[in-house]
């Protein structure tokens, strides 16, 4: 089987850097990916890491080590529209098993 | 092009009515997921389907649920005798492949009263 665990819920104010933590015990291990959901909204693509190492998009980065089962979003810059929850994610052979989701609170 | 379209955005029913969850794919995609989130919670999977065939139905309830997704029309996710426990988010996701990329709709809310 498949799990995925992140923190439930992190606080950062505008401007800074956070982390968001996902570790994952699956059966094979295809790759990991991440996706925003704002309250209300449906998820959205973030990001995908199939091999190791940090890929950067904008204000978003995404790093994965296969050897520890574990990977990060990293969102620099912090703006008070990045408050969403933020799920990692992996694909196994004909589906995506989704994280608990950690929910990010930006302040002023 | 239009995103994945599911409608309705809100579905109220009675328990012990059904609830039909309809699901349009982005163009040019044949594989549909269901997804069912609850409050806090995270995306639960459901069911994967192309045209014509259910591929893997393993997250589904045995009893009350089921899905199709027929040659011509949306996907249509079906709750017969819908009880309180439900009530959730229900998302539909489309790729044009197996694929690290869904697209998701914004979801139907269903509310059992």
């Known amino acids: 089987g498949q799990s995925l665990e992140q923190p439930s819920e992190v606080t950062a104010v505008e401007g800074a850097i956070v982390q968001i933590n996902c570790t994952y015990q699956t059966s094979g291990f295809y790759g990991l990916s991440w996706y925003q959901q704002h309250d209300g909204g449906a998820p959205t693509f973030l990001s995908y890491n199939a091999l190791d190492g940090l890929e950067e998009t904008g204000r978003f980065s995404s790093f994965l080590s296969r050897s520890d089962s574990y990977g990060y979003l990293l969102l620099q810059e912090l703006q008070m529209k990045d408050s969403a929850s933020y799920f990692c994610a992996v694909p196994t052979t004909d589906k995506l098993i989704f994280g608990t989701g950690t929910r990010l609170q930006v302040f002023p | 092009n239009a995103g994945v379209m599911q409608n309705p955005r809100h579905l109220v029913r009675r328990r012990g009515q059904e609830a039909r969850l309809r699901c349009s794919p982005m163009?040019?995609?044949?594989?549909v997921y269901w997804y069912r989130q609850l409050p806090e919670e995270g995306l639960k999977f459901m069911v994967y389907?192309?045209?014509?065939?259910?591929?893997?139905e393993s997250g589904m309830p045995k009893e009350r649920f089921s899905a199709e997704f027929p040659k011509e029309g949306p996907s249509i996710l079906r709750i017969q005798q819908v009880v309180r426990g439900d009530s959730a988010a229900y998302f539909c996701a489309s790729s044009p492949g197996v694929d690290e990329k869904l697209f998701f709709g914004s979801g139907t809310q269903l509310s059992v009263l």
């Open positions: 389907l192309q045209k014509e065939n259910i591929i893997d």
């Open positions: 163009k040019g995609h044949s594989h």
